[in-house]
């Protein structure tokens, strides 16, 4: 009778998991399924590729901000009825987007889109708080990094393919239908075990008040702040990757396709080794661990770039530098997360927002460099990985209590 009501409980974890990792895919989906319509955005509205950019930048604006919002919201009210807020908003600015009569109409649009996908974004890390058992909450979030990870290599396939034989607007109209099976099966499969928290104010300054208390418990602000650079280094190679493999490296559009998607299967590959790992080596230890072989293969990085650039060093080591984040991803998500059980979705919030403000930093510094050089991406990278390794150690020496809280 155990084993039955065990088996009971693990297939409603897992359908749990299935709907949570299809809203927090929704971010990646909305921005990689539209990146190969930029040309045909562009010669649409009678515009430059840099002017559809915009749009880019409104949805990261969306992104940071939505989810600093939709935090204090879901601690208030609970989980499950801003979500589905969330997604309505989500399904209108798609058909917006859809519908878009100028670029400009498309740009708002897009910032509106982010703001619906957030919602999904912090309540897939909350919801996994709320319930999930502290130590099991690491190996639940590596389940969701697999659907995330997949979502990246997907997402430009599936918009390749709807732009080779309908337009551009059909992107944004299978995202507002994506978006409304996300609806129906949270509305249905998803609980809502959290108790809101009517305590909880929403007005302006006690919000920032309170992600202030947030971000100063030294358990969050050693954790979020480490897997925010670690995020900074992965935007940092997305950013350069087109650029570096087609022009320096000469590869074709389809060969880049192969090789992006090979390095992100290392990414999934990574984050679900980590859940058996976990299993046998405490969170804090792994990440700690895994943090001083990301600064060697940066480091590889960097000395490659300096000398010869070879491809096969170059592939090489972005290839375990993309299985290693794996780990390091859901792992420092979990222990960020590890202090709050009332405030989970404030602090979900907050450590979402880090990650896209990390990574548009990293991305801006990229950018900044038009050459074929390799040397750029490879200093980010290591600079972040350095900067991350740096407060997991900190933590390790200077917060003696904490670290036997975390450690259990």
């Not at 809203?23 to 045909?40: E, K, N, Q, T, V």
């Not at 409104?58 to 989980?79: C, E, H, T």
């Not at 390749?160 to 129906?184: C, D, E, K, P, R």
Request: charged residues 15%; glycine residues 6%.
């Amino acid at each position: 009778m155990q084993n039955t009501e065990r088996v009971r409980d693990r297939r409603t974890e897992n359908i749990i998991l299935l709907v949570l990792g299809t809203l927090i895919a929704i971010g990646p989906l909305s921005i990689d399924m539209y990146l190969p319509s930029f040309d045909r955005i562009a010669d649409y509205f009678q515009t430059t590729k840099a002017q559809v950019g915009f749009s880019l930048t409104s949805y990261f604006i969306g992104i940071a901000f939505g989810q600093l919002a939709y935090g204090p919201i879901m601690d208030k009210f609970g989980r499950k009825k801003p979500l589905l807020i969330g997604l309505v908003i989500y399904i209108i600015s798609a058909l917006s987007c859809f519908y878009s009569p100028t670029l400009w109409w498309l740009i708002i649009s897009r910032l509106f889109l982010a703001i619906g996908a957030s919602a999904g974004m912090v309540a897939a890390k909350a919801v996994v708080r709320d319930v999930f058992p502290p130590e099991e909450v690491a190996r639940a979030i590596s389940f969701l990094m697999l659907i995330m990870g997949a979502a990246p290599i997907i997402a430009p396939t599936l918009g390749g393919f709807i732009i080779a034989h309908f337009t551009w607007q059909i992107i944004f109209l299978s995202l507002a239908i994506i978006a409304s099976l996300m609806f129906v099966s949270t509305y249905f499969l998803l609980p809502d075990h959290f108790e809101p928290d009517k305590t909880v104010q929403l007005n302006v300054k006690d919000v920032l008040i309170k992600y202030k208390d947030i971000f100063k418990d030294k358990i969050f602000f050693t954790f979020s702040l480490a897997g925010s650079l670690t995020v900074g280094a992965l935007f940092a190679y997305i950013s350069k990757a087109p650029g570096l493999f087609m022009d320096k490296y000469e590869m074709t559009e389809s060969e880049f396709a192969i090789l992006f998607g090979v390095n992100a299967s290392g990414l999934i590959l990574g984050s679900q080794l980590n859940r058996f790992l976990l299993k046998r080596i405490r969170t804090y230890e792994l990440t700690l661990k895994i943090s001083y072989i990301l600064i060697f293969l940066s480091a590889i990085l960097v000395v490659n770039a300096y000398s010869s650039q070879r491809f096969d060093v170059t592939v090489g080591s972005l290839y375990l530098i993309l299985f290693l984040l794996g780990f390091q991803n859901p792992n420092t998500t979990a222990l960020s997360l590890y202090p709050f059980i009332k405030k989970a979705g404030r602090a979900s919030a907050l450590i979402g927002s880090f990650k896209m403000i990390f990574g548009a930093i990293a991305s801006y510094i990229i950018s900044l460099f038009v050459d074929k050089n390799l040397m750029p991406m490879s200093i980010v990278i290591l600079v972040s990985f350095v900067l991350s390794s740096f407060f997991l150690l900190r933590f390790k020496f200077r917060e003696k209590d904490a670290l036997a809280h975390v450690m259990g």
